[in-house]
Each structure stands twice: as C-alpha cells, then as structure tokens.
C-alpha cells in the first residue's frame, strides 16, 4: 500500500529542441504589474491576482506561451517536456487550511519554468509521480545550481504533471537529465507490475532571446470581467486530436460548467502527447452510489471536486478475493483531471451499526489500465440501503496553477447511499 506523508516535503521559496509553441493557464500580469510589487522579478511579467477568488476551480487571467519538445522514452515511461518562463504556483500540505498553502514565487527571471507530462504509451494513460524524480542541468558539461526535485502539479490545460522553476546562467543549449523513481501507486490490470525500476531520460533545450521573446510575448489574455468566474480554460490541444475537450459529463456548476465529448472512446486520448482526462462516469461499472443530500449534480461533489463512486459487484479482479471493490475516483469538475495524492477512508453502516470490516477503511490510491487514477478498497460487505460515508484526512497533495489553487482543500466528508440494483 502507497503510504503518503502530507508532509512530505517543506514549503521553501526555491528554487530537447523545440517543436513548437502552446497556451495554456498561467499567472501573467495585468500592465505588467503585481498587488506585490516586491514579488515582481526584473524581465518577468507581472502576476496579478484575482481578486477574492471563489473557493472552487475558476477561469486564471490569461494563457500562457510555452514552448514543447519531442516526447522521450525512459524504459516504460514516456515523458514529454514543457518550457515557459519562470512563474508563480501554489503548493498545498497537510489538511490543506490556509496556513499550509503557500504560493511559490521565482527569485529570479534568469530561468524556465519546466514542466513534464508523464505516461504510458500503450494505454495513454497520464502517470503520477508525487516525489522522488530528480532533474539536473548542465550547461557545457557543467551541473547547473543544485538537483531539483519536482513537484507534481495539475493546471487547467496541460492536466496531471510535474515541474518547477528551474534557474539558469546564460543563453546556450542546456542538457537536462530526469531521474523517474518508481510508481508511487499501486498498478493494476496491464499496468501490474511495470514501473518499478528507477529509469532516467535526458533531452537538450536552448534558452536564447527567441525563446525568451516567445515565452513572454505569446500570451493570450481573457476579458478581465471573465477573471474568477467559475469554470475552466480548455484543455491545450496537440497530436491527431486537436480540438476536443474533457468533460466529466456531469454538466459542471450549472451554466459555468461545459459537457465536453471525450477526447477519444476509452477517455484517456491516444494523442502525441495525452491529456490526463479520466474516463466519463458512464465508463465505470457496478452501482453508483448515491448522495444523501438534494445534490444538483450528477456526481457527489466535496470541495468543489466531482466524485464517481462505484461499487463492483463480488470477484472483481480488484479486490479481494469475493470481496466487493469500492472505487472512488475524484476528479476536477470541468476537465475531469485526476486528484492525486488524496488521502481517505470508508466507513460502512447499516441500520446505525459500522459493518465489520467497513470501518475507517483505508482507500490505495490506484493506477489502472482500465479506470485510470482512483482510490479503492475491498469490503467484504456491503448492500443496498447501506450508508457510506468516505472521509477526506487530506486533500490533493498536488500543486497547482492558477485557477485551481482555492478548491480542492476544505473538502467535508461523503455521505452517500448503496441504492437498490436495477
């Protein structure tokens, strides 16, 4: 089982040939300035804030340039990188309060901001990585500052992946090694078994004045009144299917969420480079829990995060044995962006009393061929009219980009229903 520690990691201020240049959601400035002007770093834009944004996932100020390479193989993974300039992001811990998220700002403009998406080419399916991948750079042979150690990260248009800012010295042509450590989930169906071994990729990007002109320059803003409104920027478009988004079919908050077709059958998009978009929740089997309350959504929701919450009839490859599997997979309400990182539990009651082995169960977070990213558990029993309560002890450890920062974190617990077969 994947044992995540919260705190994992401290909250310190630190900090290929290119293919071609994407947009997707950032923190560019307005007029070039900060609500913190101290914070603005000399040649960067500035990053404004939205002012009081609603605790829930929302439109950021702008898309961002950035600059794409070719995707790498390293044993069984495939990775492709992703470079903007250096900007701010949100880093989140422990129970996810006020007090322990805290926004990360470059300390200097001399640098990238690198981003990496992770998968498997065989199933398309986006890769968590939460800790233990290292980068290096080297400029002419030479290490460039100290190993960093990446964060893993969800933004609006590029998903699941992870990067930092990472600082340079000069103009030329850098050589970047990425150390991948193992999954840190349990794998199943024909992902059983793989990623176990430490691999490393390496690619060369170069950093020049085009570069930096393109990072900064090619910037799309938003109409500023659009700013905070609930809703999410469009997942960035790139391979053979370009122009199809990821919805999680629930229909969002009302008229700020959009139904998206998916990007391919499965859900996952067989794309050059796919988007960590989860399966809809009529791709899940068994029987969809229910919530207790007069919800308006399709799917129970918790901190403004969507939950598909199944329960897999006995002798599913995976549980237990007999047992029933309880699959819960949160996900993003626009965008269907997997929650990693999440840590939680189940209790089961029937007519008031905690059924045996349903009590404060621990759900693994799970890597899936079939159903992707979720959190599971067996339960020996379970039947209809049976209340489920899942518990959130901590929310997505992840960090985020803007637009995602205020949700995710005040997450109350699930109390859903087993409803009646049909």
């Not at 201020?13 to 560019?28: E, W």
């Not at 603005?40 to 950035?66: C, I, K, Q």
């Not at 030329?172 to 150390?179: F, Q, S």
């Not at 969507?306 to 949160?330: C, H, I, K, M, N």
């Amino acid at each position: 089982m994947h044992e995540h520690d919260p705190d994992r990691r401290t909250f310190l201020k630190r900090t290929g040939v290119a293919t071609g240049a994407l947009a997707l959601a950032g923190c560019l400035g307005d007029d070039g300035e900060d609500e913190d002007s101290e914070e603005n770093v000399d040649d960067l834009p500035g990053f404004p804030m939205v002012e009081d944004p609603p605790a829930a996932v929302y439109l950021p100020t702008h898309r961002e340039s950035m600059r794409m390479l070719e995707p790498i193989e390293a044993g069984d993974y495939t990775l492709a990188p992703m470079l903007s300039y250096p900007h701010p992001f949100w880093l989140v811990g422990g129970s996810g309060s006020e007090d322990e998220v805290e926004r990360v700002v470059p300390e200097q403009s001399r640098g990238v901001h690198m981003m990496i998406t992770l998968w498997d080419d065989e199933t398309g399916i986006v890769l968590p990585v939460d800790s233990g991948a290292v980068i290096r750079v080297s400029l002419d042979g030479e290490q460039v500052g100290s190993p960093t150690s990446p964060w893993a990260m969800i933004s609006q248009q590029m998903g699941f992946h992870f990067g930092d800012n990472v600082p340079l010295e000069g103009d030329g042509t850098y050589a970047v090694e990425v150390e991948l450590p193992p999954l840190p989930a349990r794998t199943a169906g024909e992902l059983e078994g793989r990623f176990t071994d430490v691999e490393t990729a390496t690619f060369e990007f170069d950093y020049d004045e085009s570069f930096r002109e393109a990072v900064t320059q090619g910037v799309e803003y938003l109409d500023e009144e659009e700013w905070g409104a609930l809703g999410a920027l469009e997942p960035m478009t790139h391979g053979e299917n370009d122009g199809d988004d990821h919805g999680d079919g629930d229909g969002g908050h009302g008229d700020g969420g959009d139904e998206h077709d998916d990007h391919s059958d499965d859900g996952h998009g067989q794309a050059a480079i796919p988007y960590s978009a989860l399966p809809s929740a009529d791709a899940y089997p068994g029987t969809h829990l229910e919530p207790t309350d007069d919800s308006d959504t399709d799917l129970p929701r918790s901190g403004d995060a969507a939950f598909l919450v199944t329960l897999f009839e006995s002798g599913s490859r995976l549980a237990d044995g007999d047992d029933r599997y309880l699959l819960v997979s949160p996900r993003t309400p626009y965008n269907r962006v997997p929650l990693a990182d999440m840590t939680m539990n189940v209790t089961v009651e029937r007519d008031g009393e905690t059924v045996a082995g349903a009590d404060e169960t621990i759900l693994e977070q799970t890597i899936d061929s079939e159903y992707d990213l979720h959190y599971g558990a067996s339960l020996p029993d379970a039947r209809p009219g049976d209340a489920v309560t899942i518990a959130i002890e901590s929310p997505p450890q992840v960090a985020r980009h803007q637009g995602y920062e205020t949700a995710f974190l005040e997450m109350p617990p699930l109390e859903l229903t087993v409803p009646e077969r049909e």
